[in-house]
């Protein structure tokens, strides 16, 4: 009996252990489809990794040394990608942390911006994603943002 308790319990784990790993994957999926979306210029591919309502957030520095939260539309910003624009919109990001409890996961992200080749800024994009029955969509994007002091 003991034996038996051992095997369901260590085969729920590896299942957890799976089923996490395979949402993992599916959310760096949906952040970088996001990204090449940007890169191709391609707004209908962008909202297809948003969900309905989604936030975008910044944090900034003011010359006085203040901090802010600055609220932007995320429709500004898809009407902004898909209209025809000098450059490539490239964001480079590294996937420090990802957390996942059921539909709710977290990522931590630093990134650097390029426009083209050039480099523009850095900072840390964090997403909030839901898993829904069309798959993890994003829900919530709040960044900084800095010219110095980037990630590797």
């Known amino acids: 009996m003991k034996n038996l308790l051992l095997i369901i319990f260590i ?5 957890k252990a ?3 790993q395979t949402d993992r994957d599916a959310i760096k999926q949906t952040v970088n489809t996001m990204f090449d979306a940007m890169r191709k210029g391609d707004s ?3 909202r297809s990794t948003f969900a309905k309502g989604i936030v975008f957030q910044g944090v900034a520095s003011k010359k006085d040394g203040s901090t802010v939260l600055e609220t932007e539309n ?14 490539v919109y490239d964001e480079r990001i590294t996937f420090n942390d990802i957390k996942i409890d ?3 996961a977290s990522v931590w ?4 911006f390029y426009l083209d080749d050039k480099f523009s800024h850095c900072g840390v994009d964090v997403f909030q994603l839901m898993k829904t029955t069309d798959g993890w969509k994003i829900i919530y994007i709040v960044d900084t ?6 990630p590797e």
């Open 11 to 15: 085969s729920v784990l590896a299942f």
């Open 18 to 20: 799976f089923a996490q």
């Open 44 to 46: 209908t591919l962008l």
């Open 74 to 87: 995320p429709d500004d910003f898809i009407k902004q990608i898909g209209t025809p624009h000098k450059g």
């Open 102 to 104: 059921g539909p709710l």
């Open 109 to 112: 992200a630093p990134y650097k």
């Open 145 to 150: 943002r800095r010219k110095d002091n980037c």
